[in-house]
């Protein structure tokens, strides 16, 4: 990996993976993320991930592609996802896409997010 690119930290807290971008995501970063992030799973053993997305202003098919495919990744390693703090405009893109994102769970912020992780968890 190039030293010069841009990683998003992921921190573990309790049996959670939180993961707050705050970069202009691309495509190479996003597939990058999405690596980084089931590499992370698999070494914690998380059972939920949440990842805030409040900053992105936009997001391409690509993008919106990459968090849907994550999501169900996740799942097959018996982890939820949790998208928190989704601008208007950037779910307004989704549907417009006419992009769904099956088995990824939405909150407006991470504190919800967290409750929504908590509850889905404690069911299991």
Known sequence: ???????????KIRDYLIVS???DMHDRL????????????Y????????ID????EMVDSFIGRVL????SMAAIMDAAVVIVGM???VAITLVELGLEMPGVDTALN???????????LNKA
């Open 1 to 11: 990996m190039d030293f010069n690119e841009k990683r998003i930290p992921i921190i």
């Open 110 to 120: 991470m504190e919800l997010g967290m409750e929504m992780l908590e509850k889905r």
């Open 43 to 50: 070494r914690t053993g998380s059972k939920g991930v949440l």
């Open 53 to 56: 997305i409040s900053t992105l």
């Open 30 to 41: 996003a597939l990058q993320l999405q690596t980084q992030i089931l590499e992370e799973i």
């Open 87 to 89: 601008q208007p405009a």
């Open 68 to 71: 849907s495919g994550m999501a």
């Open 21 to 23: 971008i705050q970069v």
